[in-house]
């Protein structure tokens, strides 16, 4: 089955800064990968998405860019605030599998003010 | 309305107890979803419905018992849980393959 690795565990920066989030994918057939956020006591939030027909995807703050060669794909967010604080996940699935996504192990990210 | 509601937020129950959880979505998805998420982990795949059947059953314990009785409910019913068990539960629905939305979540704990 899929395999998706997620870097790093926790994230720490400076308010005003970029975060940058990695994740690998091991089955070259995947097509579709959301990035969620998910915030304390709350469910994920469906942040960003990009399927592999498209390199990069950009929404206001937040990128995301997609390497197939490589199987990676990455979540850019720049001018970072407090309200970015959260764990984020990033997924993969192969379209025609029945809807299964693998989730990466999760990424916290601390903005400090 | 982009939105999915679960009902309870909060769940206690005891090893002997009978109770459900409800998930519900008016955006005429096809699609529902049950995961399991204990603290500090992704969502773990439970069930999935598609068009009101269940589609996909990841090995899931028959102590948890999903229903779909319609397009927008999905409940899951719970008998017989263990203190491992306690964790949040969310629902999730999508209308085409990827591009699932959560709901809040069910926290549940088992005594």
């Known amino acids: 089955g899929e395999n998706v690795e997620q870097h790093p565990s926790t994230l720490s920066v400076q308010e005003g800064d970029s975060a940058v989030i990695k994740c690998t994918y091991s089955?070259?057939?995947?097509?579709?990968f959301p990035w969620y956020k998910q915030e304390l006591g709350k469910g994920p939030q469906l942040i960003i998405d990009i399927r592999s027909n498209v390199g990069e995807k950009k929404d206001q703050r937040i990128a995301v860019t997609l390497n197939k060669t490589a199987k990676h794909f990455s979540l850019h967010i720049t001018e970072t605030q407090p309200e970015d604080s959260a764990v984020y996940f990033c997924?993969?699935?192969?379209?025609?599998?029945?809807?299964?996504?693998?989730f990466g192990a999760g990424t916290t990210v601390t903005v400090r003010a | 309305d982009t939105e999915v509601t679960q009902t309870p937020k909060h769940l206690v129950m005891g090893m002997t107890n009978k109770k459900s959880l409800k998930c519900e979505q008016h955006?005429?998805?096809?699609?529902m979803y049950w995961y399991k998420q204990k603290a500090k982990k992704p969502p773990e795949l439970m069930f999935v419905?598609?068009?009101?059947?269940?589609?996909i059953n990841e090995s899931v314990p028959s102590r948890f018992s999903p229903e779909c009785p319609n397009s927008s409910l999905l409940n899951l019913h719970l008998h017989a849980l263990q203190p491992e068990d306690s964790a949040l539960y969310l629902c999730?629905?999508?209308?085409?393959?990827?591009?699932?939305?959560f709901g809040p979540g069910t926290r549940l704990t088992v005594l």
């Open positions: 997924a993969a699935s192969i379209t025609v599998n029945d809807y299964k996504l693998s």
């Open positions: 089955d070259s057939a995947s097509n579709y």
């Open positions: 955006m005429g998805h096809r699609a």
């Open positions: 419905y598609s068009y009101e059947k269940l589609s």
């Open positions: 999730a629905s999508s209308q085409a393959l990827g591009e699932q939305f």
